[in-house]
């Protein structure tokens, strides 16, 4: 047994996919909504006893590899790193030499981590970071479940270290953790900061950002800096804490979002575990797919801070644009005569606080109702004006129509005009909406035609019911099936059928792989579809939908010879071949007439 295989064993692929997406049972298998391709009607399955999945929406399938490859965008030697550590799978050593550039940078990434952790919690020059810490009232053991650290004041510290471990400066240069200056000089990024490293969903540090402990260097870069975009860190794919949120969030069916860092680990050391943070920024179009995955639903801590109340206002219109729903978390101006300015001063209050104002959360559209008509006249005419304008702007931003409805209701009874009048007035936010939107697009499924999909659909039922294989193989021609792996697979079970009169799965299996391994993986497929289409077909069922689906093929099979017929018999008229003429007219009256008594 390789590696590989060791790790498969050791995993169950339906495990694996729940991490990142609702699967509920059908039949013996699992379904559903796939995350490769926007669909609100399930069509992904999974198989426990295969180790295997496929969707029948857009055609995409394989095993737990392929699938934590392409869903995290990660090659095979980074999802086989991955899949190893769930599996407790210790892997043989990689030359370094032959290692991808990405895991040179993800490896250097890591030690920079644990650089940093370390001076963090021995360096006698990190009892400044250890001072904030104190204050932040973070205990040791969240310091090290985030992997908190510190970056000595110092130009090279760093890049000696990495230097030593055995990487080139360029490759630490790839990974944004120095900076090269005019001259070509290179130097550490980090210095005098506390450090967050940045992790992606599956706990890999991707990069970092660095708190500046030392109020009097904040003008040097900024408060807060970041690693630059890098072969492994994109700024609009993370979220700070979803890796240690996303369980939480499946089970609370809610995402929390915060703007700080500082924010996140106050409230998973709360006990609040299902926070993640925006950073400041507003939530990409990519960001809020990958939080769909695992709830639709997401409640938003506005900042007090306009730049960032702006940009979670961005955020939400990309989130309502996609069907997620919004929520706003309100948190109170004060407590004890405490000015409170984020969740972070909430929580020192008490954890009680912070969950309250989460539980307490009220819609998008509530929230800027209230506030409208706090911060306006409906008496006065102008100011009735601007509340309707700035509202149905809010309105025009759902992307239900019902929705839409039950609000411009309300508004219109809340300011006493006609819903005719805010219909005419949305019209302008809804072209715009759709003007902005255009960008907005869900990967494209891959559409088979309806002969290939029947074909499918047939042998999935012979599989499921091998009892009507003998009905099918005596009504049906193997030419009648023009897709090539269905095609072979239709040959290989009349050779197989004819040879033992019985069917048995696993034995027809065995015969394909054989032949040709993509047999099976396409086999199996059929398998899946047979638990998504028809796990409830009682036997008079089957015998039916295969009549029925068998009268369909032989209709289009039929009608396709029709058509080569007709083209034949248009060229031996040209040619004036009486002979072609007369065997063709006879072909094309017996085909007319199969066609007529089906």
């Not at 496929?54 to 899949?83: M, R, T, W, Y």
């Not at 892997?91 to 991808?100: E, F, M, N, R």
């Not at 000089?185 to 992790?199: A, H, W």
């Amino acid at each position: 047994m390789n590696q590989t295989e060791e790790i498969k064993a050791k995993l169950d692929i339906v495990d694996i996919i729940s991490e990142y997406i609702q699967l509920k049972q059908a039949g013996t298998n699992f379904k559903g909504l796939c995350p490769f391709h926007n669909e609100k009607t399930p069509s992904f399955m999974v198989s426990r006893e295969k180790q295997i999945w496929h969707c029948f929406g857009c055609g995409e399938g394989g095993d737990a590899f392929s699938f934590v490859q392409k869903i995290d965008s990660l090659d095979f030697p980074e999802a086989l790193k991955l899949l190893a550590q769930k599996a407790g799978v210790t892997l043989k050593k990689q030359d370094p030499k032959i290692a991808s550039q990405k895991s040179k940078l993800l490896e250097i990434t890591r030690l920079s981590a644990e650089y940093f952790h370390k001076a963090l919690l021995d360096s006698k020059e990190g009892q400044i970071a250890r001072d904030y810490i104190d204050k932040r009232k973070l205990s040791p053991s969240t310091v090290d479940d985030f992997k908190l650290g510190y970056a000595p004041d110092s130009w090279d510290r760093l890049l000696n270290f990495l230097i030593k471990k055995g990487h080139t400066t360029s490759d630490i240069l790839l990974a944004g953790l120095i900076v090269k200056n005019e001259k070509g000089k290179t130097y550490d990024r980090f210095r005098q900061r506390l450090m967050f490293p940045i992790f992606d969903q599956n706990g890999t540090i991707v990069g970092f950002t660095a708190r500046v402990l030392d109020d009097a260097k904040a003008n040097q870069g900024g408060k807060y800096i970041n690693t630059p975009q890098s072969l492994i860190y994109n700024k609009s794919l993370v979220i700070f804490g979803l890796d240690k949120a996303k369980k939480q969030i499946k089970e609370n069916d809610l995402t929390v979002i915060v703007e700080g860092n500082m924010d996140v680990i106050a409230s998973h050391q709360a006990g609040i575990n299902n926070v993640i943070a925006s950073s400041g920024t507003a939530l990409t179009l990519e960001q809020l797919k990958f939080l769909d995955r695992y709830s639709p639903n997401l409640a938003i801590a506005f900042d007090a801070d306009l730049a960032g109340q702006a940009a979670a206002e961005r955020g939400i219109e990309t989130a309502l644009s996609i069907g997620m729903n919004v929520k706003i978390i309100q948190m109170p101006e004060e407590i004890n005569g405490q000015t409170i300015k984020d969740p972070d001063d909430l929580l020192n209050q008490g954890v009680e606080h912070w969950q309250k104002a989460i539980d307490s959360a009220i819609s998008f559209l509530d929230y800027h109702f209230n506030k409208q008509f706090k911060t306006f006249d409906k008496n006065d005419p102008l100011q009735k004006k601007e509340i309707a304008a700035k509202l149905l702007k809010q309105i025009a931003k759902l992307n239900d129509s019902v929705e839409q409805e039950h609000w411009l209701k309300l508004l219109a009874q809340k300011l006493d005009v006609s819903e005719s009048v805010l219909r005419e007035n949305i019209d302008q936010y809804l072209e715009r909406k759709n003007t902005q939107n255009n960008d907005i697009k869900f990967e494209d499924t891959k559409l088979k035609n309806r002969e290939h999909l029947l074909a499918e659909q047939l042998l999935a039922l012979i599989f499921k019911f091998p009892e009507n294989l003998e009905y099918l193989i005596n009504h049906l021609d193997l030419e009648a099936i023009n897709e090539p792996s269905l095609y072979n697979i239709y040959k290989q079970l009349i050779l197989y059928y004819n040879k033992v009169n019985n069917f048995d799965y696993s034995e027809f299996e065995k015969i394909l792989n054989n032949l040709d391994s993509n047999l099976v993986n396409n086999s199996s497929a059929l398998l899946l579809l047979a638990d998504k289409d028809f796990s409830d077909f009682k036997q008079a069922d089957v015998k039916k939908e295969i009549i029925n689906i068998l009268k369909q093929i032989k209709k289009n099979y039929i009608s396709k010879k029709i058509k080569q017929v007709e083209g034949l018999l248009k060229q031996a008229e040209n040619n004036n071949d009486k002979v072609q003429i007369d065997e063709l007219t006879k072909d094309f009256s017996i085909l007319t007439q199969e066609l007529n008594q089906l």
